[in-house]
């Protein structure tokens, strides 16, 4: 009857808009030229931790997520005031919220506030965190995502204030190694999360020449299991808890990302204690062709890693060390084992001339973008016509 006829109505018009969901982005979304790679190059090296002396050290976690949507999204169980309380207790300086396409501002008049937010809704969890977010953008591919599609998103959240960084790149294998060789303009890789690293995507862009600084994070979606909470986090040398002063120090690499996942501390009292006592990063020097750096604490084992992820040098039990550059070294990231299995992973020193442009933006290829706008008008003319068709 007529009541039939309605509700057919109506979930024609779901569908539509549905569909208008689903193709819309990859009707807007350009398509790029990717240029080849190259690595990391030139007389000078980069020294991420010059100002170090000079500066504070804060603990962040930019990744945990809270009650949101009705508790229909993953963090169901994570009140936003008991994240920011126990953060804070185990010694935590910023503890931000990063909802999914939601920036949450329970904390907002408080020291250490930085607005995040999570963006993606695709079922390949694309996801980027956008840190310093003033606006949340709304477009994304539900559906897989190419790289030019990818690339898109990453210049649509972009902009001169804030940090872009790629999270969990290999879940449901969403960014691959391929794909951080191949995209840029974003500005960090989440290298630890609470239950998992990403050592080999990072070494996989820094090898080819991708200017990208790293991210340690928690990932937490239940801020009462202490399995997710104090596990990945960041120590940033800043000049204060101020926004600005905390994105020029990650910008510039001056943070070490940390990795407590195998150590035993299985309790919040246990994580209290010891996150506020971690070992800390005294000097790190470049100079001609050598890096030396001490920490107040002895390390069990330094590993200097280089170009394709190989190891070049091995020091034990000591608390300060150097490495040379050879003339084959494109970069030299550290990976620091600490008694208790604490995990230090620093920024990367690698060659540079003067000015680095590595990290800079594809550009839209006019003629493929051309090429794509003109199938896609053909498919809808097409479904256009057919349906008129078959009406009339």
Request: net charge positive; proline share 3%.
């Amino acid at each position: 009857g007529s009541r039939m006829k309605k509700i057919l109505r109506y979930i024609k018009y779901f569908i539509f808009a549905l569909l208008i969901i689903l193709i819309v982005p990859y009707i807007i979304s350009p398509v790029y030229d990717f240029k080849k790679p190259q690595v990391f190059s030139g007389k000078e090296l980069y020294n991420p931790y010059k100002e170090i002396e000079s500066r504070k050290c804060y603990k962040a976690n930019f990744h945990a997520h809270s009650r949101a949507y009705l508790g229909l999204t993953s963090g169901s169980s994570s009140p936003d005031d008991s994240i920011v309380s126990i953060y804070k207790r185990i010694g935590y300086d910023i503890p931000s919220i990063s909802d999914y396409m939601r920036i949450n501002r329970v904390s907002e008049s408080s020291e250490g506030y930085v607005p995040v937010y999570e963006h993606g809704y695709g079922i390949w969890k694309n996801h980027y965190l956008v840190i310093g977010a003033k606006e949340i953008k709304l477009t994304d591919f539900v559906l897989y995502q190419f790289n030019s599609n990818q690339q898109f998103i990453i210049n649509r959240l972009k902009t001169d204030d804030n940090i872009v960084a790629i999270v969990h790149p290999g879940l449901r294998y969403a960014v691959t190694k391929e794909d951080l060789v191949t995209l840029s303009n974003y500005d960090c890789l989440e290298i630890f999360r609470h239950d998992r690293e990403y050592l080999e995507h990072l070494d996989y862009a820094l090898s080819a020449g991708r200017d990208i600084k790293i991210l340690a994070n928690d990932d937490c979606h239940n801020i009462y299991d202490f399995h997710e909470v104090g596990n990945g986090l960041n120590i940033i040398n800043s000049k204060s808890l101020n926004y600005k002063d905390i994105a020029e120090a990650i910008k510039s690499g001056n943070n070490i990302g940390v990795s407590l996942k195998e150590c035993n501390f299985n309790t919040f009292e246990l994580k209290e204690k010891n996150i506020r006592s971690l070992p800390k990063l005294l000097s790190f020097d470049v100079r001609n062709d050598s890096i030396k750096f001490s920490f107040d604490k002895p390390a069990a084992e330094i590993k200097f890693i280089g170009q394709n992820g190989t190891v070049k040098k091995t020091m034990k039990d000591t608390a300060s060390t150097y490495y040379t550059f050879r003339k084959e070294d494109t970069y030299i990231r550290t990976e620091i084992i600490f008694p208790d299995k604490i995990k230090y992973e620093l920024n990367t020193v690698f060659r540079y001339e003067k000015e680095n442009k590595t990290n800079t933006s594809p550009e839209i290829s006019i003629p493929k973008s051309a090429s794509f706008y003109v199938l896609w008008v053909g498919v809808i003319t097409s479904a256009i016509y057919m349906r008129y068709r078959r009406r009339k």
